[in-house]
């Protein structure tokens, strides 16, 4: 388990959680961003997850009460399941998740006394206050989830990308050769990522932010605005989901 600084200057800070999950588990990361006593938690993961991740958040002087968001990007999993708990334990907190998979969160034990805490993000996406700045939801839909939302921080110039830009198996947190890490990109990418189209939707949207820092929720992430471009020219030709489906691949067994 590692604990990674990705930003800390005048009562701002995000914090990268690393190799929290069980090994035979999809590798996630767990982000949070901090503002002048107030935190926003991104994507917590699984009931594995949870406790460690708690006792992780003790160790850099966040208390749960300081927790004013949890970020749900999105429906899966090992973003989600735990936020029964979370709730439970983060007695402040509010929950955003896309508006069109809030309903499915009682399928993952949500209690109903905690469903007020709940916020549903709409598809044009949304601005929130967290300590004395503002973040930025993005809308990322069909990226992997139909609804799917990411998180821009513009004070460290972080973009929290979620499954977009995920690798899987790298050995390393922080990529430096961009050409060597594709191989570690490109599968997921061909199959999880819904079309070329909406790439370039994304693409056209997220060019006018200033990024220094993407932050997918799974493998390595990427610094400085050269291997972004780099990365983002990547994905722009890349094709992925329907754009390679032929008829081959719809027959009857």
């Given at each position: ?206 060019r006018k932010l200033d990024i220094e820092v993407v932050a997918p929720q799974h493998g390595a992430i990427f610094r400085g605005k050269e291997l972004i ?18 008829q081959e691949d719809y027959q009857i067994p």
């Amino acid at each position: 388990m590692a604990i990674r600084v990705i930003y800390e200057k005048e009562g701002h800070k995000v914090i990268m959680f690393e190799e929290l999950t069980p090994a035979s588990a999809v590798e996630a990361n767990q982000f949070l961003i901090w503002d002048n006593g107030e935190a926003m938690l991104l994507d917590p993961g699984g009931h594995k997850v949870y406790s460690k991740l708690i006792s992780d958040l003790s160790k850099v002087g966040c208390n749960l009460v300081n927790i004013k968001y949890i970020f749900l990007s999105h429906q899966d999993p090992d973003i989600v399941a735990s936020i029964n708990g979370w709730l439970m334990v983060a007695k402040n907190a509010k929950a955003l998740i896309p508006q069109i998979w809030l309903r499915f969160l009682p399928h993952f034990g949500l209690e109903s006394s905690f469903e007020e805490r709940v916020e549903g993000i709409e598809d044009k996406g949304m601005r929130v206050k967290l300590g004395q700045e503002e973040l930025i939801i993005l809308p990322a839909h069909f990226l992997h989830s139909p609804g799917n939302f990411q998180v821009y921080d513009p004070v460290s110039k972080t973009l929290f990308s979620g499954d977009l830009f995920a690798s899987l198996n790298q050995p390393y947190m922080e990529v430096e050769n961009f050409d060597e890490h594709i191989s570690y990109m490109e599968a997921f990418h061909r199959r999880y990522i819904a079309s070329s189209k909406v790439i370039k939707l994304y693409l056209n949207m997220v060019r006018k932010l200033d990024i220094e820092v993407v932050a997918p929720q799974h493998g390595a992430i990427f610094r400085g605005k050269e291997l972004i471009e780099k990365l983002f020219n990547w994905l722009e030709s890349l094709p992925c989901g329907v754009d390679l489906l032929t008829q081959e691949d719809y027959q009857i067994p």
